[in-house]
Protein backbone atom coordinates (compact mmCIF):
# COMPACT_ATOMS: atom_id res chain seq x y z
CA UNK A 1 0.00 0.00 0.00
CA UNK A 2 1.41 3.47 -0.67
CA UNK A 3 0.35 6.23 0.72
CA UNK A 4 0.48 9.82 -0.31
CA UNK A 5 0.55 13.43 1.84
CA UNK A 6 0.47 16.58 0.14
CA UNK A 7 0.87 19.87 1.25
CA UNK A 8 1.80 23.36 0.42
CA UNK A 9 -1.45 24.78 -0.26
CA UNK A 10 -2.70 27.87 1.20
CA UNK A 11 -4.45 31.30 -0.52
CA UNK A 12 -2.18 33.52 -2.39
CA UNK A 13 -2.83 36.36 -4.48
CA UNK A 14 -3.00 36.42 -8.26
CA UNK A 15 0.67 36.17 -9.43
CA UNK A 16 2.11 35.17 -6.32
CA UNK A 17 3.58 31.55 -5.99
CA UNK A 18 2.92 28.59 -3.88
CA UNK A 19 4.65 25.24 -3.77
CA UNK A 20 2.91 22.16 -3.05
CA UNK A 21 4.74 18.63 -1.63
CA UNK A 22 3.78 15.33 -2.13
CA UNK A 23 5.43 12.27 0.10
CA UNK A 24 5.25 9.23 -0.60
CA UNK A 25 5.47 6.30 1.69
CA UNK A 26 7.30 3.20 0.73
CA UNK A 27 10.36 2.02 -0.68
CA UNK A 28 9.60 1.76 -4.45
CA UNK A 29 8.93 5.20 -4.97
CA UNK A 30 11.69 6.04 -7.13
CA UNK A 31 10.08 3.59 -9.67
CA UNK A 32 6.75 5.46 -9.45
CA UNK A 33 5.84 8.08 -11.80
CA UNK A 34 3.99 10.70 -10.47
CA UNK A 35 1.03 13.36 -11.16
CA UNK A 36 -0.42 15.94 -10.17
CA UNK A 37 -4.58 16.70 -11.16
CA UNK A 38 -7.06 19.49 -9.87
CA UNK A 39 -10.51 19.72 -9.45
CA UNK A 40 -12.39 22.88 -9.27
CA UNK A 41 -16.07 22.73 -7.62
CA UNK A 42 -18.47 21.82 -10.10
CA UNK A 43 -15.71 20.58 -12.66
CA UNK A 44 -14.30 17.08 -13.53
CA UNK A 45 -10.97 16.52 -12.29
CA UNK A 46 -8.35 17.40 -14.67
CA UNK A 47 -4.70 16.55 -15.07
CA UNK A 48 -1.86 19.39 -14.49
CA UNK A 49 1.66 18.09 -14.89
CA UNK A 50 3.69 14.78 -14.71
CA UNK A 51 6.84 13.36 -14.08
CA UNK A 52 8.74 9.92 -15.14
CA UNK A 53 10.15 8.16 -12.83
CA UNK A 54 13.37 8.59 -13.68
CA UNK A 55 12.52 12.35 -13.66
CA UNK A 56 13.75 12.80 -17.01
CA UNK A 57 10.56 13.74 -18.71
CA UNK A 58 7.95 15.76 -17.86
CA UNK A 59 4.43 16.71 -19.13
CA UNK A 60 2.48 19.93 -18.33
CA UNK A 61 -1.39 20.65 -19.47
CA UNK A 62 -1.27 23.98 -22.08
CA UNK A 63 -2.99 26.05 -19.38
CA UNK A 64 -0.20 25.69 -16.79
CA UNK A 65 2.72 25.13 -19.08
CA UNK A 66 5.31 27.94 -18.51
CA UNK A 67 4.12 28.40 -14.73
CA UNK A 68 4.29 25.36 -13.12
CA UNK A 69 6.86 23.40 -12.44
CA UNK A 70 6.93 19.51 -11.36
CA UNK A 71 10.71 17.83 -9.83
CA UNK A 72 10.86 14.88 -7.67
CA UNK A 73 13.33 14.22 -4.94
CA UNK A 74 14.31 10.32 -4.81
CA UNK A 75 15.88 10.76 -1.66
CA UNK A 76 13.24 12.52 -0.03
CA UNK A 77 10.34 10.26 -1.34
CA UNK A 78 9.01 13.56 -2.85
CA UNK A 79 7.44 15.20 -5.77
CA UNK A 80 6.90 18.91 -5.94
CA UNK A 81 4.82 21.08 -7.98
CA UNK A 82 6.21 24.43 -8.07
CA UNK A 83 3.61 27.25 -9.53
CA UNK A 84 4.35 30.66 -10.64
CA UNK A 85 2.30 33.52 -11.85
CA UNK A 86 -0.94 32.20 -10.46
CA UNK A 87 -4.30 33.21 -11.81
CA UNK A 88 -7.78 32.84 -10.03
CA UNK A 89 -8.40 29.91 -12.70
CA UNK A 90 -6.02 28.26 -10.78
CA UNK A 91 -8.39 27.69 -7.47
CA UNK A 92 -8.51 24.18 -7.14
CA UNK A 93 -8.19 21.22 -4.96
CA UNK A 94 -4.83 19.46 -5.68
CA UNK A 95 -4.36 16.03 -6.03
CA UNK A 96 -0.61 13.78 -6.59
CA UNK A 97 -1.11 10.72 -7.49
CA UNK A 98 1.39 7.99 -8.61
CA UNK A 99 1.54 5.24 -11.34
CA UNK A 100 3.28 2.43 -9.65
CA UNK A 101 4.41 0.71 -13.19
CA UNK A 102 6.50 4.00 -13.80
CA UNK A 103 4.00 5.35 -16.68
CA UNK A 104 3.73 9.02 -16.78
CA UNK A 105 0.31 9.66 -18.17
CA UNK A 106 -2.38 12.46 -18.68
CA UNK A 107 -5.14 10.35 -17.46
CA UNK A 108 -6.35 10.19 -14.15
CA UNK A 109 -7.58 6.70 -14.38
CA UNK A 110 -4.05 5.23 -15.02
CA UNK A 111 -2.76 6.29 -11.46
CA UNK A 112 -3.19 3.69 -8.78
CA UNK A 113 -2.66 5.92 -5.70
CA UNK A 114 -3.96 9.27 -4.77
CA UNK A 115 -3.53 11.74 -1.86
CA UNK A 116 -6.25 13.36 -0.26
CA UNK A 117 -5.30 16.58 -1.61
CA UNK A 118 -4.50 20.14 -0.71
CA UNK A 119 -7.01 23.69 -1.44
CA UNK A 120 -5.46 26.19 -3.75
CA UNK A 121 -6.93 29.20 -3.57
CA UNK A 122 -5.89 32.45 -5.75
CA UNK A 123 -7.21 35.52 -5.24
CA UNK A 124 -7.71 38.76 -7.28
Known amino acids: QVQLVESGGGLVQAGGSLRLSCTAS????????MGWFRQAPGKEREFVAA????????YYADSVKGRFTISRDGAKNTVYLQMNTLKPEDTAVYYC?????????????????WGQGTQVTVSL
Open 97 to 113: AANVQGIATMTHPTYDY
Open 51 to 58: ISWRGGST
Open 26 to 33: GRTFSSYA
